[in-house]
T-cell receptor, first 113, second 112 residues
Framework: GDSVTQMEGPVTLSEEAFLTINCTYT??????LFWYVQYPGEGLQLLLK?????DKGSNKGFEATYRKETTSFHLEKGSVQVSDSAVYFC????????????FGKGTRLHILP | EADIYQTPRYLVIGTGKKITLECSQT?????MYWYQQDPGMELHLIHY???????EKGDLSSESTVSRIRTEHFPLTLESARPSHTSQYLC???????????FGPGTRLTVL
């Protein structure tokens, strides 16, 4: 079945560092890809999404590109802030199959001032 | 942006008690979901609903039950809480025909 694999954390960076969180997926259809973020004590929020190959999702300085050839959707940010400390989930959903979201296991990010 | 509410936010309860976790959304979304999030952060789908009077079990077996009598309301019930039920429970909803789920703030349940 469909699956999502993302890099294990925790990831610890200094403020203003460059961030990459790797995510790869396995899917038989043509899913949409997502990054969700969970701040401490809160539920998940959609950070960005891409619905087809070569689409780039972006929000709050984060971006990710839907790469069908490498089945990847890596999250990047050029300069992280302390406020970016959170757990990040890569996910996929195929609206035309079972319409559920499949989440990766999450990557905890710590940003040091 | 969807408004989705969960109550209580935190609950500490003794073994054997019956509890109901509330989830409500005000956007008229057809589809609603319950996830259990373990301490390692991983999310497990335990129940979902495609509309009124529709409920399905998710990918992770759960002793909880759900009901969907009204579109906006999707409560989760544990008839007899046990320490193994200690977890964070997240509710989500989405409109039909779209692929983005909107999450509530979660209920952190501790069973002593």
């Amino acid at each position: 079945g469909d699956s999502v694999t993302q890099m294990e954390g925790p990831v610890t960076l200094s403020e203003e560092a460059f961030l990459t969180i790797n995510c790869t997926y396995t899917a038989t259809g043509y899913p949409s890809l997502f990054w969700y973020v969970q701040y401490p004590g809160e539920g998940l929020q959609l950070l960005l999404k891409a619905t087809k190959a070569d689409d780039k999702g972006s929000n709050k300085g984060f971006e990710a590109t839907y790469r069908k050839e490498t089945t990847s959707f890596h999250l990047e940010k050029g300069s992280v802030q302390v406020s970016d400390s959170a757990v990040y989930f890569c996910a996929l959903s195929d609206l035309y199959r079972d319409d559920k979201i499949i989440f990766g296991k999450g990557t905890r990010l710590h940003i040091l001032p | 942006e969807a408004d989705i509410y969960q109550t209580p936010r935190y609950l500490v309860i003794g073994t054997g008690k019956k509890i109901t976790l509330e989830c409500s959304q005000t956007m008229g979304h057809d589809k609603m979901y319950w996830y259990q999030q373990d301490p390692g952060m991983e999310l497990h789908l335990i129940h979902y609903s495609y509309g009124v009077n529709s409920t399905e079990k998710g990918d992770l077996s759960s002793e909880s039950t759900v009901s969907r009598i009204r579109t906006e309301h999707f409560p989760l019930t544990l008839e007899s809480a046990r320490p193994s039920h200690t977890s964070q429970y997240l509710c989500a909803s989405k409109p039909g025909g779209t692929d983005t789920q909107y999450f509530g703030p979660g209920t952190r349940l501790t069973v002593l």
